[in-house]
């Protein structure tokens, strides 16, 4: 009798045990949901390394080398504008009042809101032989042609990085700036007294105590760079990504154009890695508890406006003159409001999307609550591994996402057709369902950034209070996180639908036949040289890009 008893217990402990081995649901979901997001960047991998055709070699002895270098030139170029103007800017905001500071401490953030590409365009657009300012050169000085003087060459190499460096400089005044304001006025009134002057605060102790942000900020430009496609094309700088199109819709090369993703690939992750380890050995503290604040120097005469012009510049050439360029098109074209194609790329943009959004940030809940139930280490190390796809530029992801989904969407149709006699189609590639794809995978981080955070910010005690009152973990969710974060949630939201509307290499790659977004009609419409019929689409993306800012500007506050 008694050696009954001590076997129950002993199989019950067993069964306990395996019961806490398997795991549940959410944690099941979390996995699922961090290989959907992986899975692109583990197929550009197995493309690259697997191609039908290596044309790995003759890349290597033709192409590549210009296009690594006119990537890194690009990159480097645009990095170092960007710091130096973001960080002046920041500088000059943070500690100085001259005229119109307090505005332009917020309008240097409009510029996010115009993608490079509508910069590129608006640019060439004032600058070109037709445009307002060398007809107005000929008007003003007397000449009948172009060889009655010099003027630059538009699409080139240095175009490009100055529509690229007004587009992303503000990434580096908005991290520059939070940087100076969370240093001590003291630092500042102690370098002073020993005698610095403004320059010397600014070089040798300001700049040094934000150099971690400076290095965060260049880090995203020099990404976003090399991840550019409209700007550049339109410039015709031959960069990587130029090189994946080229590769793959003219060369007909699918693994060849893996091999140039990975390398983008590699690149991005270097960068990334740099940054990091920038941050971890650049280390400052606070050494009091209550800092007192910056205290305003105020600039009067010439030295005020000199900071309000350096200040005005970058604002000038990344909103005013791009969308006063695009505005003037756009109402001398009254007509081209009501196209067809407008209205219809119109519908796919708020379709393609509000379903990418909704189904980002669904499953960043998903994945950082399974996280946070599980007691595993594989979904914890799932979770910071999510975030690669932000990092990968989006034709990097075409790549990963279109041939994989295309052998899927075949058997699917092969089995399909084997058993009914049907034929459905390409159900996936043949629809917006690869788009939507790419923008999940793309923008999962900002969701799941945001997510993790609101999520960190409710009292651990609220849902467990409500799982011992015999809610499961599901109505834990539902009933105690979703309404406190809510406001978070629709932050991410929107967040990700501006930045899918905006997103042009992987629509492109990725859209149906005739299938235009807001994005790609202004791309297709303007490599046509018809700004006119593509300006009622930019300035839809740029009013887009401005409510984005407009909270951002908010949050920052």
């Given at each position: ?29 979390a ?17 690259a390394?697997?191609?039908?055709e290596?044309?790995?070699?003759h890349?290597?002895s033709?192409?590549l ?37 307090r ?11 115009i ?8 640019l ?11 007809t ?37 005044y ?17 370098a ?15 700049l040094?105590?934000?150099?971690p ?25 031959q ?13 007909g ?42 205290t305003?120097?105020?600039?009067g005469?010439w030295?005020?406006?000199?900071a ?22 756009a ?23 509000g379903?990418?959004?909704i ?50 969407d075949?058997?699917?149709?092969d089995?399909v ?16 369902v ?6 999940f ?39 105690i ?6 406001g978070?949630?629709g932050?991410a939201l ?29 791309y ?15 300035i ?18």
């Amino acid at each position: 009798m008694v050696e009954g008893n001590t076997q129950v217990p002993a199989r019950r402990a067993h069964l306990s045990g395996r019961l806490r081995a398997w795991p549940g649901g959410w944690t099941l979901g979390a996995l699922v949901v961090g290989v959907a997001v992986v899975g692109p960047i583990l197929a550009i991998v197995w493309l690259a390394f697997n191609p039908v055709e290596n044309v790995w070699p003759h890349l290597m002895s033709t192409v590549l080398p210009r296009y690594l270098m006119n990537t890194a030139i690009l990159a480097l170029s645009v990095a170092l504008l960007s710091a130096a103007v973001g960080t002046g800017a920041a500088w000059l905001i943070v500690m100085y009042r001259f005229p119109g500071s307090r505005w332009l401490e917020w309008l240097l953030l409009f510029p996010l809101a115009i993608p490079a590409y509508v910069g590129a365009y608006a640019l060439v657009d004032f600058l070109e032989y037709s445009g307002p300012l060398q007809t107005g050169l000929r008007g003003l000085m007397g000449w009948q042609s172009a060889r009655d003087y010099w003027f630059p060459d538009i699409r080139s190499r240095w175009a490009a990085v100055m529509v690229l460096t007004a587009a992303l400089s503000p990434y580096v005044y908005l991290l520059a700036r939070a940087a100076f304001r969370e240093q001590s006025g003291g630092v500042y009134e102690v370098a002073r007294a020993l005698g610095a002057g403004p320059f010397g605060r600014f070089w040798r102790v300001g700049l040094p105590l934000v150099r971690p942000a400076v290095a965060a900020g260049s880090a995203i430009v020099m990404m976003e760079t090399v991840s550019d496609f409209g700007a550049v094309d339109f410039f015709a700088v031959q960069t990587l990504t130029t090189g994946i199109f080229t590769t793959w819709l003219e060369m007909g090369n699918a693994g060849g154009a893996a091999q140039i993703a990975l390398v983008i690939l590699g690149l991005v992750l270097a960068l990334v890695a740099l940054e990091k380890v920038s941050r971890s050995k650049s280390r400052f503290y606070k050494l009091e508890r209550q800092q007192r604040p910056v205290t305003h120097i105020r600039l009067g005469g010439w030295q005020g406006w000199l900071a309000t012009f350096f200040c005005t510049v970058p604002f000038a050439l990344g909103f005013i003159l791009p969308t006063s360029v695009i505005l003037w098109h756009a109402l001398s074209n009254a007509e081209e409001w009501l196209a067809p194609g407008l209205l219809e790329a119109l519908w796919h943009t708020v379709a393609v999307g509000g379903s990418a959004a909704i189904l980002t940030v669904f499953f960043a809940l998903v994945l950082v609550y399974g996280v946070r139930l599980t007691a595993s280490r594989v979904p914890r190390h799932v979770l910071p591994v999510s975030t690669i796809g932000y990092a990968a530029p989006g034709a990097v992801l075409a790549v990963g996402i279109l041939i994989p989904l295309a052998t899927l969407d075949n058997w699917i149709a092969d089995g399909v057709l084997a058993l009914t006699g049907w034929d459905p189609g390409l159900i996936m590639t043949g629809t917006a369902v690869a788009v939507v794809y790419a923008y999940f995978v793309r923008f999962f981080a900002i969701a799941q950034n945001a997510a993790d955070a609101a999520m960190g910010r409710v009292s651990p005690s609220l849902p467990m209070a409500a799982r011992s009152l015999g809610r499961t973990a599901g109505g834990a969710l539902r009933e105690i996180y979703v309404p406190l974060i809510r406001g978070s949630v629709g932050t991410a939201l929107l967040l990700v639908f501006v930045d899918c509307v905006k997103e042009l290499p992987a629509t492109l790659l990725l859209r149906p036949f005739n299938y235009n977004t807001l994005s790609t009609r202004v791309y297709e419409k303007a490599s046509l040289e018809q700004i006119g019929q593509a300006a009622p689409a930019a300035i839809l993306v740029i009013l887009v890009g401005l409510v984005a800012v407009g909270f951002l500007a908010r949050a920052n506050r």
